[in-house]
């Protein structure tokens, strides 16, 4: 009913998003409705090619990211997050990793890279990360690296963590967390946060969850 061929593509987004909202707004407060409703409008706006009315329902409705609740930081990022788009150079980034190497992501001898930021804090980090394990394990030679930064400012909640899930890929902390400077490079905001790359740090895609994780990967077989 929000379609118009009328509207140029931003108008046409604009109005998809005003759809999306009445949508939501009546869906109600049952939150396995609202996940389900969530989950089939990004899937659609994805095909549909809109990521600016996908954005719009990660930030608004999407319950799989764990924000800061620095007011400032968040509006300061969030228009440089959403400048990351597919096509665009993803930041190098330096850092050390879990057995204390000093590495960067360009070093990085892989096809593709995921990025992943995270925090042992974030409930939904906790759920993803053992599902990534899962993939890792079974598709660790298929020419994607993954690298994990976490934002915890406290090492023992991230190695406790370790201890508790050993991550099977490069894996490496921000010590100043959300204002650390590898979160400012992505303008992260929220966990998790993903940024699928090439060799060439060139961003293909910014999967929300695993499940538009591995669609990703399969259109690159295409």
Known sequence: LFQDGRLDAEEQEEAFIRAADL??????????????????????FELLGMEGVQIHLADHYLDEQCTTDVEELVRARMEGYKAMQA????????????????????????????????????????????????????NGESGVEVLTVSIDSSD?????????????????RDPLGWNGS????????????????????????????????????????D
């Open 182 to 221: 590898l979160a400012a490079a992505y303008h992260i905001y929220a966990t998790p946060a993903m940024f699928l790359l090439d060799r060439q740090r060139v961003i293909l895609s910014r999967p929300l969850n695993m499940k538009q994780f591995t669609r990703a990967l399969r259109k690159l077989e």
């Open 23 to 44: 949508i939501m707004v009546s869906t109600g407060s049952d939150p396995e409705l609202r996940s389900f409703v969530v989950e089939f409008l990004m899937e659609g």
């Open 87 to 138: 096509g665009s150079i993803a930041p190098d980034l330096v850092f050390r990793d879990s057995r204390g190497l000093n590495l960067s992501l360009s070093e990085v001898d892989s096809d593709y890279v995921l990025v992943l930021f995270w925090a042992t804090g974030c409930e939904h980090c906790r759920q993803l990360m053992p599902e990534l394990v899962s993939w890792y394990s079974e």
């Open 156 to 172: 023992l909640a991230y190695t406790s963590f370790l201890e508790e899930m050993p991550l099977p890929w490069i894996s490496a």
